[in-house]
């Protein structure tokens, strides 16, 4: 329920320093930032992250891109939480020999315990986002009233709203009438343009998104079918 969920009155009003450290300094210590910090902002969401396999591919993939996952249930969070700080440590534990690159790995990535559906505006600002995911989200979306899907036409308005111009919100199922009912719903909404599945083919991204999660695999282990339809954000009309 709402009042347990921690959320920022405006997205100027978020403090990141506690999910990268490295890349925020803490506004409550008196200490001037480092050298590149406060410098970049979260870019890529992942909406209902579970137990966090698509950030856990992706962060040493794009190191330089800020990335965080957003899962309303709290032990679950706990668990990509433990698992984040545990990489992090094993990675600066890494002999000094090793390069940089590998040692800082992992500081782009984080989670949060939110309820996407109503604060993510709450935590991103207007066209904040290029990239946004929803991997095999709503399992039993038929039997939930329309408004509790996480994709609804109104949903959507705000989902264009965090995401900017030419980004990419990627959606993967395996349920075939949740594909049609988020396909249906994007395809009609005039912020976002159907992109191709053969344009995306040999895109790294998609295919960590279509394979690296924890739904994913188990559904790759089932062998069953997997539907993905991905829209890019169009430009804003007064543009
Ligand atoms: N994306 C992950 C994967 O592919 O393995 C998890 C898929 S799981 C079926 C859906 C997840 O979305 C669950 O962990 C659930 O707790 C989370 N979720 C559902 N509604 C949410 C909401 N409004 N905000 C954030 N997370 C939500």
Known sequence: VDHELDYPKSPAEMDWSFYYPKYFSNPDQQVEPLEGQNVKKVEWADVGCGFGGLLMALAPMFPD???????????????????????RQ??????????????????????????????????????????????????????????????????????????QPGGILYTVTDVKDLHEW??????????????????LENDPILEAARTST????????????KWVACFRRAPNPED
């Open 65 to 87: 891109t800020l990335m965080l996952g957003m899962e309303i249930r709290m032990s679950v969070t706990k668990y990509v939480t433990d698992r984040i700080a545990a990489t």
């Open 182 to 199: 988020m396909a249906l719903h994007l395809n009609n909404h005039p912020l976002f343009i159907p992109i191709p599945n053969s344009e």
């Open 90 to 163: 094993h990675q600066s534990l890494l002999p000094s020999e090793s390069t940089e690159r590998v040692k800082g790995q992992y500081e782009n990535v984080s989670v949060i315990r939110a309820n996407a559906m109503k604060h993510i505006a709450n935590f991103f600002e207007k066209g904040q986002l290029s990239k946004i995911f929803f991997l095999f989200p709503d399992p039993h979306f038929k039997n939930r009233k329309q408004k509790a899907r996480i994709i609804t036409p109104g949903l959507l308005a705000e989902y264009a709203y965090v995401l």
């Open 214 to 225: 924890e739904e994913g695999q188990k559904v790759e282990r089932n062998k069953g079918d």
